[in-house]
């Protein structure tokens, strides 16, 4: 196998010898058996990918441990290793290779990337391994089957449920929906055809779809709950401004009445801005694309609603289960990978279906965003859910809101500053105020009875009588 050799600098050998081992990352020594070595391989594969960098050893010191450059005595030497990866078919095209060299140093180093994959891959011994911060775990039997939803090898969506099918092809959805289809038919036979009924029992995917009220048989795992908090810091019970709202039905219904809902209460929320109060506004399409993707591409196997959670400055939408095949947070914007395949397509044949731009869901938001000049949405992974993050924070740098701010106001204090800005720590915001007052454009003042503030330098100096100068503080 031809593999490229990269020599590497003084300092990138010293960044290697450091790097903390992760979630991401791992250091081997190239005395390790391969069988061993692929349990590692497995378990970046299986979960979000990472890196391995075979041929640095560790040693006991008087001073503890301290880590040495070590490599393969040449390229052959590593042979076993490569063997091992090509004879794993779930490997191809998932494992890239390189052999560092540095100068003065013995050795090459085999530094393999290795990217998620859309399946499961198994260990020489053939057990799967799942990553969990710096150790690679064995998966047992029944973790198995999580597995395979999470990568979106088994869908949930074909899991078929023992209730009447009448539930689905004589429910208002289906009539409805069924009128407005070419060429129509009979309920009973379409939906036959587009296997969302298998032996006369309905699928998951039916369900969701059709039955006028899913949650009556997916309970705790179809709605999508929506919580207001009165806070710009954490989700505690104490700041609910009301009991939590459930939004229940058919998934195409319940896409749009979230959507709406989550507006309604959003346009309810002010804030501090330059010209005053004024009410926080966040793009439809952002909202309506994230949402989309949260109910139609999350886990339906996890027995958890959708949350909805919205702050003074930002909106949380939190979609059970993990990023399905070979989704990352690194290229959720490039790709595409349906867990739910039926429930895609199918949501797609109603009239002005929810995923119009099927897979540009994310890009669209992102856009949105951007046209409001606030900041692109945040996307947080964890070990069972996914979460995306819609700031109420401008993409102006605070220096530039704060004299955006004095251009319209006399005077600025941290915690308008603070407001306006999205800064959460007093200290923070002074930074902000000082860096404009070291550039002489605002000056620190205190008016009698008032807190300390700041206002522009040449509106301090038309005032008369001028207001005395403050220390920082």
Known sequence: MEVEVKQVSGAEIEMLLSIQESHFVDLKAAAIAPAKLSRTISAFANTSGGEIYVGIQEEDTLDGKRRIWDGFVDQEAANPIFQVIAENGALAGIVRAEFLTADGLTGLVLHLTIFKSREIVFSTEKKAFIRRSAQSLPVSEGGLERLRYDKGVKSYEDELLNIDTADITNSTTVIDFMLSIVPTGEPDEWLKKQQVIIDNRATVAGILLFSDLPQATLAKRSAVKVLR??????????????????????????????????????????????NGMERIQYPHEALHEILTNAVLHRDYNVAADVQVRIFDNRVEIESPGRLPGHVTLGNIIQTQFARNPKLVRLINKFENPPNKDVGEGLNTAFDAMNKLLLKKPIIVETDTSVTVTLRHESLGSPEQLVMDYLSKNDLITNSIGRDITGISSENTMKSVFYRLRDTGQIVQVKEAGKKPAWRQVQAAKDDAPPAEPLAAD
């Open 229 to 274: 908090y009165q806070t710009k810091t954490d989700a505690e019970r104490d700041f609910l401004a009301f009991d939590p709202i459930t939004i229940e039905g058919p998934i195409y219904s319940l896409i749009y009445d979230c959507v709406e809902k989550v507006k309604e209460i959003i346009e309810g929320i002010e804030k501090l801005g330059p």
